[in-house]
């Protein structure tokens, strides 16, 4: 079992920036890779980046070069970095944590990028 918890969402203005983090506890050595996930309002829930044990990343096309996942493994937490944000970035954001054949997943964080 593995735990996850989120925190790091808000309000912010297009143009700024926030910092997502998503805390890991439990069976923690068994993780393969964790993830983020955003669901924007009415729509389906997308990957936006991973990060694997090896410490490999990959991320959704259309937001590389804004966005940045990585991880401080002596806190047990992954980071998504979410720069030069626009309002349709707006969405609930969630991390996903890979231990085959299971996943998990946390509550969610709410995004909404407005003026």
């Known amino acids: 079992q593995v735990q996850l918890v989120e925190s790091g969402g808000g309000l912010v203005q297009p143009g700024g920036s926030l910092r997502l983090s998503c805390a890991a506890s439990g069976s923690i050595f068994s993780i393969y890779a964790m993830r983020w996930y955003r669901q924007p309002p009415g729509k389906q829930r997308e990957l936006v980046a991973a990060i694997f044990r090896s410490g490999n990343t990959n991320y959704a096309n259309s937001l590389k070069g804004r966005f940045t996942i990585s991880r401080d493994s002596a806190k047990n937490t992954v980071y998504l970095q979410m720069n030069s944000l626009k309002p349709e970035d707006t969405a609930v954001y969630y991390c996903?944590?890979?231990?085959?054949?299971?996943?998990?997943w946390g509550q969610g964080t709410q995004v909404t990028v407005s003026s």
């Open positions: 996903n944590a890979v231990v085959p054949p299971s996943e998990y």
